[in-house]
């Protein structure tokens, strides 16, 4: 069971990205919400995106049929091994088949059509054991190699539970040292940007 400290202080990490304070990053695509995406929302063809019900509280599984919510348009629920989420306050639930995107929407979620609602919550996969973690315990390592591992959409941040593990990734490469490690409140536009090839806003 979570403080209340803690909730509050992922929280406020969550809402600052999203709400600009961390600078936001343009994509090229609204939020993609699939043939039969609407299913577990009701059917709202004429109200705007509609949203899969989230308990906000703890991840869920990406409804089958659903596409990213960000850039990319790919179905998380066929990326179990990289997919990631967010849900928003209200209980709406936005889905990644990659952390690459997630980082993309959250840095400007209305961009994407996502809810009004502010974001309540985050997960990710550990990069080496594929599990979900809260997205704002991770540390992520900011690999840009799209050549080092075949992944989804080509490259992604590597999302790890464990720092050390982290280090240990890190270690491994000799382009790369902990200064390519960061928090989630640390991963700013340039690096959403670098990920997903789309322009960033004008300043």
Not at 18 to 42: H, K, Q, Y
Not at 106 to 127: E, K
Not at 164 to 192: M, P, Q, R, T
Request: net charge negative; aromatic share 8%; charged share 25%.
């Amino acid at each position: 069971m979570e403080s209340s400290d803690t909730g509050r202080g992922r929280r406020s990490v969550l809402a600052a990205i999203a709400s600009g304070s961390i600078p936001a990053v343009a994509g090229c695509l609204g939020g993609a919400t699939g043939s039969d995406a609407s299913a577990d929302a009701g059917d709202l063809p004429d109200e705007g995106p509609s949203f899969p019900d989230h308990p906000v509280d703890e991840p869920r599984d990406p409804p089958p049929g659903r596409r990213c919510d960000g850039p990319c348009g790919m179905e998380p629920a066929d990326y179990p091994g990289s997919n990631a989420q967010i849900a928003h306050a209200d209980g709406s639930g936005v889905f990644f088949d990659s952390v690459g995107c997630l980082v993309s929407y959250l840095h400007d979620p209305t961009f994407y059509d996502g809810p009004d609602a502010a974001v309540g919550n985050a997960w990710v996969r550990d990069f080496g054991t594929k599990t979900l973690l809260d997205a704002t315990d991770a540390s992520y390592v900011l690999d840009y190699s799209k050549e080092r591992h075949e992944e989804v959409m080509a490259h992604n941040p590597k999302p790890f539970a464990d720092r050390a593990d982290a280090v240990a990734y890190v270690d491994s490469y000799d382009d790369l040292d902990e200064a390519d490690i960061v928090g989630l409140d640390a991963f700013g536009a340039e690096a959403a940007h670098r990920y997903r090839d789309y322009p960033l806003p004008e300043e």
